[in-house]
């Protein structure tokens, strides 16, 4: 069974950081062959596309230069490290695991900045 499980969210003041992790388990091909992205979405907001690691990775204009993405396939894992927070980052993170043979969703979890 595919398990996508997000960790390490959280309350952090403006000006902050928090590493999410992306834990991927029960996949039926190699964890490197997905392209992983972090999605967010904020209260009463649309989901937007954070950022991206596959063959290459791509930023959100608005985290640009804040929020950095790297991948363990060794450990089936992928981190979003998110420094600077602001306000608006406050939103509940999704983890995407997406090649061309199926597309999973973790649970999400949630990241609150507020001072």
């Known amino acids: 069974q595919v398990h996508l499980v997000e960790s390490g969210g959280g309350l952090v003041q403006p000006g902050g950081s928090l590493r999410l992790s992306c834990a991927a388990s029960?996949?039926?091909?190699?964890?490197?062959?997905?392209?992983i992205n972090w999605y967010r979405q904020a209260p009463g907001k649309e989901r937007e596309l954070v950022a991206r690691a596959g063959d290459n990775t791509n930023f959100l204009d608005s985290v640009k230069g804040r929020f950095t993405i790297s991948r363990d396939n060794a450990k089936n894992t992928v981190y979003l490290q998110m420094n600077s927070l602001k306000p608006e980052d406050t939103a509940v993170y999704y983890c995407?695991?997406?090649?061309?043979?199926?597309?999973?969703w973790g649970q999400g979890t949630q990241v609150t900045v507020s001072s």
């Open positions: 029960g996949f039926p091909f190699p964890f490197s062959s997905y392209t």
């Open positions: 995407n695991a997406v090649n061309q043979w199926g597309n999973f």
